[in-house]
């Protein structure tokens, strides 16, 4: 069994479509950016790495906690975390891996092939419009990671320790992946970008940034499946999450 801690780098507001796609043009909706900490008796580890200062301040973001001190308010020190699972590698979830010096990372092959193939030739397509034409994802630090044999790459849904799972579901990146974790309440779906907020599962709008719309669909179809509860369900961006759930610490909410 396992807690989940969401902790909070900070958030801004987003234009709806990059949110929900083809949906509510000329408006704007939060976005909240997280990475979470799962404690167990035997593992301590993370789901992505949170996003950094540098790429929150690309998004006009400042004056917000470090990750550090984000996981000092749940007595975790980075070198203590020896298990990161990558969702997918967008700036926003794969920043300077380098503060975590004693964890293996998790991905999906799918996810690592992607951004170290072809797409680099057509890296302009995921500059966002913030990044000031710094590609999207850190794909050379990752092949680095994989050198100092820090990486595992996964074939599909696999299970990485007892009582927490990865499952790809594509969508939003080709290699996206969902993980899901077994806890004292019960099991919690993290979706990460498969939905942003909950607005993308409530209403069946997917996420505005999407590789394959029939893979989005097909996650949906799995996620029904499932017959998890609301609060079992979390996404990767909502800010809701801070009010839904227990305050442990300022901006650190448990999950479960």
């Not at 909240?32 to 950094?52: P, Q, R, V």
């Not at 699972?85 to 004693?102: C, K, M, R, S, W």
């Not at 320790?161 to 779906?189: D, F, K, N």
Request: net charge negative; glycine share 8%.
């Amino acid at each position: 069994m396992y807690e989940i801690y969401a902790l909070k780098g900070g958030e801004r507001e987003a234009p709806c479509p990059t949110v929900l796609l083809h949906t509510d043009y000329g408006k704007t909706t939060k976005m909240a950016y997280y990475f979470f900490c799962l404690k167990g008796n035997d593992h301590t580890m993370l789901i992505d790495t949170g996003i950094s200062l540098e790429e929150l301040k690309l998004r006009g973001i400042t004056g917000v906690p470090t990750r550090q001190e984000l996981l000092s308010r749940i007595d975790v020190r980075p070198e203590d975390i020896d298990t990161i699972i990558l969702t997918h590698v967008h700036g926003d979830h794969f920043a300077q891996p380098e503060i975590y010096p004693n964890c293996i990372f998790y991905l999906q092959r799918k996810e690592f092939d992607f951004w170290s193939g072809d797409v680099q030739r057509f890296h302009n397509l995921f500059c966002l419009p913030f990044n000031k034409d710094v590609p999207g994802v850190q794909i050379s630090t990752l092949q680095q990671l994989n050198f100092q044999e820090r990486v595992r790459v996964l074939d599909g849904d696999t299970e990485i320790y007892p009582g927490i799972r990865a499952l790809w579901w594509g969508a939003h990146t080709p290699g996206s992946q969902v993980v899901v974790v077994e806890t004292a309440r019960g099991t919690v779906l993290y979706c990460a970008d498969f939905f942003d907020i909950y607005r993308n599962m409530e209403e069946r709008i997917p996420v505005g940034m999407l590789t394959s719309l029939e893979e989005w669909m097909n996650g949906m179809g799995k996620l029904e499946l499932m017959h998890l509860p609301k609060e079992s369900i979390i996404p990767g961006h909502d800010p809701q999450l801070m009010t839904m759930f227990p305050k442990v610490a300022e901006d650190v909410v448990k999950i479960a």
